[in-house]
């Protein structure tokens, strides 16, 4: 059974980064894709991008590129999500999910969701 | 706005049928791009109903089905239930976007 555990809540300043991390356990963690999803409050969801990690180079939606920076440590089975310049609307929570490992593929485990709030 | 098209809401009462939209275009769903179905409830997390058009994964019921046809596809609920009330969200992949994308979602309310 795959869990996928993110790190807490963040409140944050207009203008500076985040960095989210979402540790995975209970299968493979090399071969399938992580992505990052967003919700903001009362919205859909958004994806920002995503990588499997034995490939190392991530996608990123054209929304969040150059903003956004997602990682992977294959040693600690964590990946990772950073978004810079953030401003209120980057107010989300943030969650990473498993793909199958190819394009298109779904989402089939997701981590609980991270919230965090950019404020003044 | 989404890339992909979903009805804000839809609605019916308990042990009718409903079918919610999800409409791309060729570059997405009409290029052949498998698509897939969530059901997420305030609070939580989504959670995925339908994969590959039609496919359930275990443990959802046979209440609920998937179909695709040309820029379009469709989820289908059958014998409505109050637990089924909750968001639901559509999602592909796009070439010309390069990406992953979700249609708007739509709240189903079970009268």
């Known amino acids: 059974q795959v869990l996928l555990v993110q790190s807490g809540a963040e409140v944050k300043k207009p203008g500076s980064s985040v960095k989210v991390s979402c540790k995975a356990s209970g299968d493979t963690f090399s071969t399938y894709g992580i992505n990052w999803v967003r919700q903001a409050p009362g919205q859909g969801l958004e994806w920002m991008g995503g990588l499997v990690p034995i490939f190392g180079t991530a996608d990123y939606a054209q929304k969040f590129q150059g903003r956004v920076a997602i990682t992977a440590d294959e040693s600690t089975r964590t990946a990772y999500m950073e978004l810079s310049s953030l401003r209120s609307e980057d107010t989300a929570i943030y969650y990473c999910a498993r793909d199958e490992g190819y394009s298109g593929s779904y989402y089939g485990y997701w981590g609980q969701g991270t919230l965090v709030t950019v404020s003044s | 706005q989404s890339v992909l098209t979903q009805p804000p809401s839809v609605s019916g009462a308990p042990g009718q049928r409903v079918t919610i939209s999800c409409t791309g275009s060729?570059?997405?769903?009409?290029?052949?791009?498998?698509v897939h179905w969530y059901q997420q409830f305030p609070g939580s997390a989504p959670k995925v109903l339908i994969y590959?058009?039609?496919n359930r994964p275990s443990g959802v019921p046979d209440r609920f089905s998937g179909s695709k046809s040309g820029t379009s596809a469709s989820l289908a609920i059958t014998g409505l239930q109050a637990e089924d009330e909750a968001n639901y969200y559509c999602?592909?992949?796009?070439?010309?976007?390069?990406?992953?994308?979700f249609g708007g979602g739509t709240k189903l309310t079970v009268l």
């Open positions: 999602q592909s992949y796009d070439r010309s976007l390069r990406g992953s994308m």
């Open positions: 590959g058009n039609s």
């Open positions: 060729s570059s997405n769903i009409g290029a052949g791009y498998d």
